[in-house]
């Protein structure tokens, strides 16, 4: 069982900046491809970022495309979600979560943390 712990949420005006952490409870090493995703009250979950195994490659959403930047270490078994430029439509409960493969849609990742709240004030 992979275990998933965010951290890094909070309030920000819009244009600043905050970067999300996520640890992970087990060696992922090669092991998991690990992606944030967001929800929005009244709104389904959907996909941010996602990186592979390695890392050594990564896809984002159109919305967050430029602004936002996905890493992994896997040495300390952690992904992080560096935000910039950030609006009040990113406003939203931030999952991290892992899957076997490189996706980037919700259905194919079996393990969430809880969310950390994000939210952009106007």
């Known amino acids: 069982q992979v275990q998933l712990v965010e951290s890094g949420g909070g309030l920000v005006q819009a244009g600043g900046s905050l970067r999300l952490s996520c640890a992970v409870s087990?060696?992922?090493?090669?092991?998991?491809?690990l992606g944030w995703f967001r929800q929005a009250p009244g709104k389904e979950r959907e996909f941010v970022a996602t990186?592979?195994?390695?890392?050594?490659?990564?896809n984002y959403a159109d919305t967050v495309k430029g602004r936002f930047t996905i890493s992994r270490n896997n040495a300390d078994d952690t992904v992080s979600l560096q935000m910039n430029s950030l609006k009040p439509d990113d406003t939203a409960v931030y999952y991290c979560a892992a899957s076997a493969g490189f996706w980037m849609t919700v259905r194919n990742y079996g393990y969430w943390g809880r969310g950390t709240q994000v939210t952009v004030s106007s």
């Open positions: 990186i592979s195994r390695s890392g050594s490659s990564t």
């Open positions: 087990k060696r992922t090493g090669s092991t998991y491809a």
